[in-house]
């Protein structure tokens, strides 16, 4: 099975690979809440080890009332972030009106659940060319969250990640039930890269350790997580963000885990 999913698509976001045998760590806060928030934080997690800074600036939050992000202040910071830290970025977009103007601030754009299945937006950020980090609908089937995919694959642009980031079920105890066996089997059948968000997968900070862990035995592409320098005070999404403490000791162990496979 090893065999099958080393045979995968890369995905370059800007330098960086996402696909083929190493697993990658894209890594940043929910929200961007100011300016010395993302820069500071984009240079404390390139000195722990990280390979993409991404930040939520337009959020898309099921209460119109929740803080809704910085907006395009935000991607300016994000921006500014990467020129000094030197890492690659990407951020949702939430609109088609939106694709134009970012797109020569990001590196990449994330698609998020709630926008899986609003195919015009998918065919805008196809066109761009960009990376685009496709996360499945909360309650979208395999095969919807794949023919979403085929909806930029029509534009001509080939470079799709899809990212698992739990689904919807009798379950209550979790967010979200996190689907591995899923995104396991997408990433067999497309050979297109697949990346995990253990955050909103779980909802509960305690479990993105352990679920990094499944994501690297499973041979997928990267894990998305939430950090924030002090994550209960974070603006959203508080309770399944870690501190740079635990990140640290995430980094690490992929880390190791990509040094003993070579
Ligand atoms: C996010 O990535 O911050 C987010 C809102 O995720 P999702 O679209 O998976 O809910
Ligand atoms: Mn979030």
């Avoid at 951020?91 to 970012?102: A, F, P, R």
């Avoid at 995990?196 to 779980?202: F, I, Q």
């Amino acid at each position: 099975m090893k065999d099958k999913l080393s045979k995968g698509k890369i995905v370059k976001i800007k330098e960086v690979k996402v696909g083929g045998n190493k697993p990658i760590i894209i890594a940043g806060p929910c929200s961007i809440e100011s300016r010395e928030h993302i820069v500071d934080e984009a240079l404390s997690l390139k000195e722990i080890g990280v390979d993409i800074l991404r930040g939520g600036a337009f959020k898309p939050r099921t209460s119109p009332f929740d803080f809704q992000g910085l907006g395009f202040e935000a991607v300016k910071y994000l921006k500014e972030a990467s020129e000094k830290s030197n890492l690659p970025i990407v951020t949702e977009v939430l609109s088609e009106e939106h694709v134009e103007k970012m797109k020569d601030y990001v590196d990449a754009f994330q698609i998020g659940s709630r926008n899986m299945y609003n195919y015009a937006l998918l065919k805008k950020v196809g066109k761009t060319m960009k990376p685009i980090i496709l996360k499945r609908g909360f309650s979208a089937t395999i095969r919807e969250w794949e023919m979403a995919a085929k909806y930029i694959e029509a534009e001509g642009n080939e470079n799709i990640i899809f990212c698992e980031r739990g689904i919807r079920t009798f379950e209550t105890e979790l967010r979200n039930t996190l689907d591995l066996a899923g995104a396991y089997l997408l990433k067999e059948k497309t050979g297109y890269p697949v990346i995990v968000d253990p955050s909103h997968g779980t909802g509960k900070r305690e479990l993105i350790f352990p679920m990094v862990k499944a994501v690297l035995a499973l041979g997928l592409d990267a894990v998305m997580i939430e950090v924030h320098p002090n994550p209960d005070e974070a603006m959203s999404d508080a309770a399944q963000t870690i501190d740079y403490k635990t990140y640290e000791k995430i980094a690490k162990y992929v880390g190791e885990f990509n040094e003993n496979r070579i």
